[in-house]
């Protein structure tokens, strides 16, 4: 579960993160009255799930009233790439004297926390890593052992902190790896970290992930989520029992099974397609579940086609089938469909669809087969288009 900045800080302030005074607001008076406490200069973020919200207009720096209403007027109900900006975060501005950058983030790969910092705050990280790999220092911690003041030091050391700010950023990188422990999140960042002329240590940012699976050892957190801002596929997908996230491209993905879905998405993209979503049915899928992922995948309008990827095992192939062919009839769907079924009643699911003779719904007997079909077919559409 994805945090807004200031829920992020919420959050970070249980365990002591240090932050500047603020206030989220829906309305431009609100805006306006949080002002009278705050004090100006105020800087107003606009709150969405996404970054770039700076280089898109929603951050900005108000020096006065008649600024803050004028920007708060322009940043509200702003479209940052897809999200619509229903809240702003409005906080008192401080002098900066440098910006740093940390955060841990569960490694799966090496199956530990790993927390990194660097300073070079205020920048994308991957762009850090990229091009100033040895201004990031990172350190993988044992959950046994936990995180103790000398990895702190390690990490200011090798990053290159000045020496009077290793111990307070060590007590933040300590705080943000008790948030990422007691709180169970998956991310826990700031980036940037001002540090002010006074050389204290003030997290700007938050962006904070928790672990939906947790959730009910945390019914405080379970009321951060944000409703107003949750994609409407991703709702509707969680009423239906899916699994679902929305990606960036254009290629809708269906199967049953995490791994097989996963290896999917993979292969789609080693075929030269982008997909559009990750979407699994569960073992055992019945029809209804197959025509309300075939509703939540056509609900994404970035969709071009979409591929059906099955393995039959405690799935039955015919109920796919079926699930398929009620979806067509109630959704009468534009896009071309490509159906790879393989396993349980494997002949009697393509039989099905073959008596059915759904228009645009092509079989493939492979899965190398069927992303290649289905990146052909999405590749058609963008030439119709």
Same mark, same amino acid.
């Given at each position: ?26 309305? *431009? ?8 406490? &705050? ?28 600024? +803050? ?17 229903? =809240? ?15 955060? *841990? ?19 994308? &990280?991957?762009?850090?890593? $990229? ?20 990895? $702190? ?30 709180? =169970? ?65 254009? &290629? ?18 080693? $075929?030269?397609?982008?997909? $559009? ?17 075939? =509703? ?10 979409? +591929? ?78």
């Amino acid at each position: 579960m994805d945090l807004l900045e200031y829920k992020g800080k919420q959050v970070l302030g249980r365990h002591g993160v240090r932050q500047l005074p603020g206030e989220a607001v829906s309305t *431009v008076d609100d805006a306006v009255a949080a002002s009278d406490e &705050i004090g100006f200069p105020i800087v107003i973020k606009a709150q969405v799930k996404i970054g770039g919200r700076g280089k898109a207009g929603g951050i900005k720096i108000a020096a006065d009233a008649d600024e +803050l209403r004028a920007y708060a007027a322009a940043i509200l109900g702003m479209d940052i790439r897809g999200h619509t900006v229903h =809240e702003i975060w409005v906080q008192r501005a401080t002098e900066i004297a440098g910006e740093l950058y940390a955060a *841990v983030v569960f490694d799966r790969a090496a199956k530990a926390p790993l927390v990194m910092l660097s300073t070079q705050g205020g920048m994308d &990280i991957e762009q850090v890593a $990229a091009q100033h790999p040895e201004a990031l220092a990172t350190i993988h911690i044992d959950p046994l052992v936990g995180f103790h003041p000398f990895h $702190a030091r390690r990490l200011a050391f090798e990053a290159h902190v000045d020496a009077d700010l290793v111990r307070p950023v060590g007590e933040l990188l300590e705080a943000l790896f008790r948030v990422f422990t007691k709180e =169970e999140a998956t991310l826990v960042e700031i980036n940037p970290i001002a540090v002010t002329p006074e050389r204290d240590v003030v997290a700007l940012d938050a962006k904070v992930t928790l672990d939906d699976s947790s959730l009910f050892r945390h019914p405080e957190n379970a009321a951060l989520d944000d409703k107003a801002n949750a994609d409407p596929q991703e709702m509707l997908a969680a009423q239906r029992g899916l699994t679902y996230v929305k990606l960036d491209g254009d &290629i809708g993905v269906f199967g049953n099974g995490a791994g097989l879905v996963m290896s999917t998405l993979d292969v789609v993209a080693a $075929a030269g397609g982008a997909p $559009a979503n990750f979407l699994d049915a569960g073992g055992g899928a019945k029809a209804e579940a197959i025509a309300a992922s075939v =509703e939540v995948i056509l609900g994404n309008p970035n969709v071009k086609a979409v +591929l059906f990827n099955v393995f039959g095992g405690i799935t039955r192939c015919d109920e796919v089938a079926r699930g398929l062919i009620e979806a067509y009839e109630i959704l009468q769907p534009k896009v071309p469909f490509v159906v790879r079924l393989d396993g349980t009643n494997d002949v009697e699911g393509r039989r099905l669809l073959a008596e059915a003779n759904l228009p645009n719904v092509y079989a493939e007997a492979t899965m190398d087969g069927a992303a290649a079909r289905v990146v052909e077919l999405a590749r058609r559409a963008d030439v119709v288009a």
